[in-house]
């Protein structure tokens, strides 16, 4: 079994708020080569704001991510102050004057010229220009250095024996250059939402989920051969090394909830199925992708998935019966095997929320299987190891035997830690992290 560790960019350690492509992102890369881990799941990184799966732009990357530590040694900032470090991410636009800065002294140059041909960028940066009155040059300067940046990070991982696996958010936000420009494969009435998207209720949430992005027109994009969402997979198949494709349930039927109404009274429709993945394995093929099965699938979601050979996804949260101590699940290789992931409460915090009963049964179940340890988070990890499936991804928060209170994502609440876990150092991960071995 190969071993990978979830950890956002946004989680890792940083002077200056929120985990960036700088020189922890190095460090992070060296101690999962030390510890033979050759994985690195980082959720998606695109213009976003403080919502990853909301995205601006598929093209674009989040300013967030820049290095300012990098930038000083271009001499293109000052020494940049540094902020309190703490164990949460401060989302407060900090750096954006070190960005403005930089752009300053910056010169163009023929790479740079090169680089703001590319009409993706060019649309992103008009759009951004339009809403915030800068400069449009501006946000080409920003994606440049992001571009940079972050080729030079996946190149010294994929040196270094470490793929990243990267998200691909199913759709983007209703205020965003995708829709602005490309409105026509929008399920819109005169460019308004009158359905957006959700989930179900399933066990991430018995109220179902209304999460507010415009839907797709899949019959539009099946008049020019879906290129709108195949030119996307390219750019993420060059971005990273597999992209785990978010909702696959709505390529197979996707949920309409009316914008006026609950997440409950929402509705399915046809996605569209066989016919997308005909063309986009023109290009590529399955195994440059993992697909998130989970929620409320139906029949028909599965047998596209397997007609596809489309590596699995199974959450141990999910798969345990504790009124029956067993695995529900019957493991494959071709799977994807998580405690939790971002998503799921921490193992420690979904231990500490079990009745005594089931807590009973769950030691019974992990010395029947061998696995039992007095930190329940080494115990479900050793489990996870000896499943057949090809690879385990475990969160940094798992690895660290962590609470509830570090959990990444809280589905369908607004929930003010929402996508603001941090590490303050590598300290403690170095030192837990020889469980996975």
Known sequence: MKKGILLPIFSLPSKYGIGDFGYEAFE???????NKIEYWEILPINESGRYPYSPISYYALNKNY??????????????????????????????ERYYKEA????????????????????EYAQYMSDKYKEDKEYYIFIQYILDKQWNELKSYANKNGVKIIGDMPIYPS?????????????????GKMEYVSGASPDYFNSEGQKWGHPLYNFKKMEED??????DRYKEFLY???????????AFDSYYKIPIDKSAKEGFYEEGPGEKFFDELFKYTNSSKFIVEDLGDIRKETELLRDKYNFTRMKILQYTLNLDECCDEYNDIENMVIYPGNHDNNTIVGWYN????????????FLRKNDCYDEKINVAII????????KLMIVTVQDILGLDENSRINLPGHEYEDNWAFKLKDFDSLKSNIKVLN
């Open 382 to 389: 050793r489990y996870c190891l000896k499943s057949v499936a």
């Open 103 to 122: 752009f300053i002294k910056f010169r163009p140059n023929d790479d740079f010229i090169n680089f703001s041909l590319n009409s993706k960028i060019d």
């Open 225 to 230: 051969n879906f290129k709108y969402l195949i």
């Open 66 to 95: 820049i290095s300012l530590d990098k930038r000083k040694e271009m001499g293109l900032i000052d020494t940049p102050i540094q902020k309190e470090n703490t164990s949460k991410v401060k989302y407060d636009n900090f750096k």
């Open 28 to 34: 992070f890369i060296d101690i999962l080569r030390e």
């Open 174 to 190: 209703y205020n965003s250059c995708e829709v602005s420009y490309y409105s026509k494969y929008y399920d819109l009435n005169n």
């Open 353 to 364: 929320s079990l009745s005594n009963y089931k807590k009973k049964n769950l030691e019974v």
């Open 239 to 249: 971005r990273y090394d597999i992209v785990r494709i978010d909702h696959f349930r």
